[in-house]
């Protein structure tokens, strides 16, 4: 079991565009601000990718990373994580460079090549803002997001060991906790493994309590007593798939990022806050206490707020 909760909020993504929420977060001020009271109201680690400030594309420029990350850390003790995922349209080198230059605690770190595809949100009848947002989406029926075995151990080596940076490794199916476990054989990763078990995306296991418990007992054949998990889940799955992760002994992800619903109905969320403070109260009412950021440095072994270069 979880010795505290290490709650996870996921602000903006690159799934999710703005004409699906005027509450996303896309400029420097609105993903500052958010991520402020996301961990006011209880995140513990802060996972962050960056917005065009022009018209809220996903960027991968580290001026837009830039343009919040110190903000954020001089307001909030909560730790700071940076995608390298991107977005799929985005090469390795664009998706690595905001990390490279920032050397954050913890990056985001997916395990594998796989089809991404939101390609489904396209067809959805809505008032585009942008010009950019359907194709963006429409295009992932045609594109693999890239992480080979070598894309992987260059990041591990040329982001981890080099910038002593700590990984959150998102596993969107049995397959990528295989390879972690290879390169856990390998030494390449150490103890404690933080891993985030992805449920919901088109291309990756299904949201479903049967998909968490396979996705868990396998890690658990593999990865043995070396891991903590944590688990996200898409959409109209989030809170309630979040709470059974807690009760298998995990840690949990929400956020707009994943959802943009209030997660009691079809709402929209007002803003990241919210959901952090939905699910924290689901969570306390059950008896679990939330890690502060503190305690979770500790529990994954990170390297401190204090040793980063932002």
């Not at 924290?280 to 401190?304: D, F, H, Q, V, W």
């Amino acid at each position: 079991m979880a010795d505290k909760i290490i709650l996870t909020c996921a602000l903006t993504g690159s799934i999710h565009t703005p004409s699906m929420s005027p509450h996303l977060p896309s400029g420097p001020d609105m993903i500052a601000k958010q991520a402020v009271a996301a961990a006011e109201a209880g995140a513990t680690i802060l996972h962050l990718h960056a917005r065009d400030p022009k018209d809220g594309r996903p960027s991968a420029k580290v001026e837009d990373f830039l343009a919040f990350l110190p903000r954020i850390r001089q307001r909030t003790d909560a730790i700071i994580n940076i995608s390298t995922g991107g977005s799929s349209q985005m090469t390795l080198a664009e998706r690595l460079a905001p990390s490279l230059a920032a050397k954050p605690e913890m990056c985001s770190l997916n395990m594998g090549s796989m089809n991404f595809g939101i390609f489904p949100l396209a067809e959805q009848p809505r008032a585009w803002k942008h010009d950019w947002e359907q194709p963006f989406l429409a295009a992932t029926k045609d594109v693999v997001f890239k992480n080979t075995f070598a894309d992987i151990e260059s990041i591990l080596t040329d982001l981890g060991e080099a910038h002593d940076t700590r990984f959150e490794f998102e596993c969107y199916d049995p397959g990528h906790i295989q390879t972690l476990a290879h390169f856990l054989k390998k030494g390449l990763v150490k103890a404690p493994l933080f891993v985030q078990f992805v449920l919901g995306v088109l291309g990756g296991i299904d949201a479903s309590p049967e998909s968490l418990l396979f996705m868990k007992q396998t890690a658990d054949r593999l990865l043995g007593d070396s891991y903590r998990f944590s688990v996200l889940a898409a959409g109209r799955h989030q809170m309630k798939l979040g709470t059974m992760g807690a009760i298998l002994g995990g840690h949990v992800r929400v956020g707009l990022e994943d959802s943009l619903s209030d997660g009691a109905s079809r709402a929209l969320a007002p803003d990241n806050a919210h959901q952090v403070a939905r699910i924290r109260r689901i969570l306390t009412e059950m008896g679990y206490e939330i890690a502060s950021p503190s305690e979770a440095r500790a529990m994954l072994n990170l390297k401190g707020g204090d040793r980063v270069a932002f």
